[in-house]
């Protein structure tokens, strides 16, 4: 079967496509025809090398979280009525035609969502969702996204107004900018432009916001804590500028700002699985719609990632068979 795998730490075209055996599912597991894979930010930096105190990865490997697709055969002691089902799992190797996964690990896509579509869940619903979780927001808060036109942020926009708040997105250029008020914010913001934070407290009438979710990091993200209410909430989840917001903690306390970062969105795989479950019976139902970007064929992996890493791909990111 093709895979695509990263040969060695660099450049995007360090993903080469190749052959691999057929994967046999063993006790406890299944092997899925592969409809989608994602493609995630995290993924080109880790393929350059970069972030090796939070991924202990050596090429070469094959890159990817999950998978959905259609559930082709079964281990042994697996009932027989998985085969046939669509589901959607984290497998650790999802640029594949064919994944090998737990069936533990297997959610079943409701008859209301295409598979894309509950691929665009992973990992960015499950994310959403923890970081909803812990936010405690209150309706009529300001809440602050970065990066608002980006998988995650798009859930994140839906959320936090289904809890009641008004959003202010933060992306880069018109398009992002549209498509983060097409999505139900009361205003975005560009922030490639100098003043925009004090656009952002121009729109909350100076008081700042009273949650960030910053999916940025860097400037982005140090100019985003600053703009954060006092008495305010910051959570930290993303870092595609190449690092996470600096943030001082004498300050934070001086302010009291609750801060919370990428260690609060490190999840055990059955809450993870938990959290997928509310995030595809959410969309099932209408609560929350992923917006799927552009797909690329497997073997073109080498693109996708370019092009996330160009910015020019709004959206989530899949490759597909």
């Known amino acids: 079967m093709r895979v695509v795998q990263v040969t060695r730490f660099g450049d995007p075209d360090v993903l080469v496509p190749s052959e691999a055996p057929e994967p046999v599912a063993g006790p406890g597991q299944v092997v899925v025809d592969v409809v989608a894979s994602g493609v995630l930010f995290v993924e080109t930096q880790i393929r350059r090398g970069q972030l090796g105190e939070y991924f202990d990865v050596t090429p070469p490997y094959v890159p990817g979280g999950a998978v959905a697709g259609t559930v082709l055969s079964a281990g042994p002691d697996v009932p027989a009525g998985w085969i046939g089902r669509r589901v959607v799992a984290d497998t650790g190797a999802a640029y594949v035609e064919r994944a090998l996964v737990a069936v533990d690990a297997l959610i079943e896509i409701p008859a209301e969502l295409d598979p894309r579509q509950a691929m665009a869940l992973f990992p960015d619903g499950i994310t959403a969702l923890k970081l909803m979780d812990g936010a405690g927001i209150r309706p009529g808060e300001w809440v602050l996204i970065t990066a608002s036109a980006g998988g995650m942020g798009i859930l994140l926009i839906q959320l936090a107004r289904e809890a009641g708040a008004r959003v202010v997105g933060a992306a880069r250029g018109e398009a992002k900018l549209k498509l983060t008020r097409d999505f139900g914010a ?46 305010g909430r910051f959570s930290a989840h993303g870092a595609p500028s190449g690092g996470f917001a600096p943030i001082d903690p004498a300050e934070a306390d001086r302010r009291g700002v609750t801060v919370r970062g990428i260690a609060d969105v490190q999840l055990a795989p059955d809450e993870a699985k938990v959290l997928a479950e509310r995030a595809v019976a959410a969309a099932a139902e209408g609560r929350i719609t992923p917006f799927l970007g552009p797909s690329f064929p497997l073997e073109k992996a080498a693109d996708a990632h370019a092009a996330i890493e160009a910015r020019t791909v709004i959206g989530k990111v899949l490759l597909t068979r």
């Open 186 to 231: 009361e205003a975005a913001v560009d922030y490639t432009h100098a003043d925009w934070a004090e656009q952002v407290r121009a729109v909350t009438d100076d008081q700042g916001a009273d949650l960030v979710f910053d999916g940025v990091g860097g400037q982005v993200g140090a100019d985003a804590f600053g703009v954060t209410a006092d008495g």
